[in-house]
């Protein structure tokens, strides 16, 4: 349970523009923020914020529709080596002992790739050695696999689709370890979809069209997969799909869903059910229960809370929604970070919607990083100034809690 006063803060740094996730590597926390005119990496300490050093090179990106300028992309690590895909296109592989570039590549200048909507989106995957990007690039390739250790292009797949904001996820289908990558970015006529790949050849096993027919609209939610099924979905008009990739790598629809369209959240499962955030928010965005069986709509529902907000004439209540959240699953439950700061425990059930536990850690807007739970800390990132006025942070909280003490024996000394 939350202490009264919420989850106890551990520490707290004031961090720089983007969306990008932090990352927990070892006794480290990785953060990939911009600060003025540099995309930044910094290894903090995963207990204390201490920083252990700082790399930066320049960037000049510029997001078209006034969003944030820094990064969107979560590092990655195999334990030694920390891997950057900056809102550019560049690429680095760095030591995590002492930050040293051990190489690095310009994506989008050596493939002659054109901006996307919101700058480069879609998180690396690192597989076997692997550093797998869905590149989008004109006539292919769609899909790339590096060399974590070198840099050196391992194989290109696909020539039709353009980058999403998805990441790449791995699977097993069929005694075959496949490369997932729900594709799609700017392209007119819209184009996109799921694409499998063989992850030792990146040989194109099969492809499934998906995608919202409007032009502005982005494929950026990542599949979630159950076995040989894949849902994917996308909140520009085509909503959710159940699809399921037959030995032969054929595709079979198994049901659509409209009324599940996640934006760039991705759905959790918990036993036969599936639960999302649909639509593109912040007021209408329901949280929804589908029946993976069938695709059937058991719930939708909206919370509200009522929060006080400071203002000029001292304080003004408002009704404030999860709008665009993140879920993670914890422990057999949910825990979700509302679009506005909220950090709640759910558990979601078929049944309806039940809160367990709410806190107010900020009220900031924009707060759609996905949160980070290690060893029982939560690193949440606050992207926005709050209405205290504080910048942008990375804040470290403890949800690790107390072992209540057998009975009759003396508490622990503090």
Not at 90 to 111: A, I, P, Q, Y
Not at 139 to 150: E, H, I, K, Y
Not at 248 to 265: E, I, K, Q
Request: charged share 20%.
């Amino acid at each position: 349970r939350f202490p009264p006063s919420g989850p106890r803060m551990v520490w707290e740094i004031t961090k720089g523009e983007g969306y990008a996730a932090p990352a927990v590597v070892r006794d480290s926390v990785v953060l990939f923020h911009r600060v003025g005119d540099e995309e930044v990496v910094e290894r903090l300490h995963a207990e204390t914020g201490r920083r252990y050093w700082r790399f930066a090179y320049p960037t000049r990106y510029l997001d078209r529709y006034g969003y944030s300028g820094g990064p969107r992309c979560q590092p990655v690590s195999d334990g030694e080596r920390i891997y950057t895909f900056g809102a550019e296109g560049k690429l680095h592989c760095l030591w995590l002992e002492t930050g040293e570039v051990l190489w690095s590549r310009d994506l989008l200048k050596e493939f002659a790739i054109p901006p996307n909507f919101f700058g480069v989106g879609a998180t690396p995957l690192l597989e076997e050695g692997r550093l797998i990007i869905n590149l989008g690039a004109p006539g292919g390739p769609c899909v790339a696999a590096f060399d974590s250790l070198t840099g050196r292009l391992l194989w290109g797949a696909g020539k039709e689709w353009g980058p999403s904001y998805a990441s790449p996820i791995p699977a097993t289908m069929h005694g075959t370890r496949v490369i997932l990558v729900f594709a799609g970015g700017e392209s007119r006529p819209p184009t996109g979809g799921l694409m499998g790949v063989e992850a030792a050849t990146g040989k194109v096993l099969f492809t499934f069209p998906w995608r919202g027919q409007r032009y502005e609209s982005v494929n950026a939610s990542s599949p979630v997969v159950l076995g040989s099924r894949v849902f994917l979905s996308e909140c520009y008009g085509s909503g959710g799909v159940l699809v399921e990739i037959q030995p032969d790598w054929t595709v079979r629809t198994v049901w659509r869903s409209p009324g599940l369209g996640t934006h760039f959240m991705t759905a959790v499962v918990q036993g036969d059910y599936l639960y999302g955030i649909h639509g593109h928010g912040p007021r209408n965005a329901p949280l929804v229960c589908l029946d993976m069986r069938t695709g059937e709509e058991k719930w939708r529902h909206v919370p509200e809370w009522t929060e006080a907000i400071p203002s000029e004439g001292g304080e003004r209540r408002a009704a404030l929604t999860p709008g665009l959240a993140s879920l993670l699953r914890v422990d057999g439950r949910v825990l979700m970070l509302s679009e506005y700061g909220h950090l709640v425990w759910l558990a979601l059930e078929p049944g309806g919607y039940r809160e367990l536990e709410r806190a107010r850690l900020f009220l900031a807007p924009e707060s759609w990083t996905m949160p980070v739970l290690s060893r029982g800390l939560l690193y949440v990132c606050q992207n926005n100034r709050d209405s205290d006025g504080r910048p942008p942070r990375l804040l470290c909280y403890d949800l690790r809690g107390e072992e209540p003490a057998p009975s009759g024996a003396a508490a622990p000394p503090p």
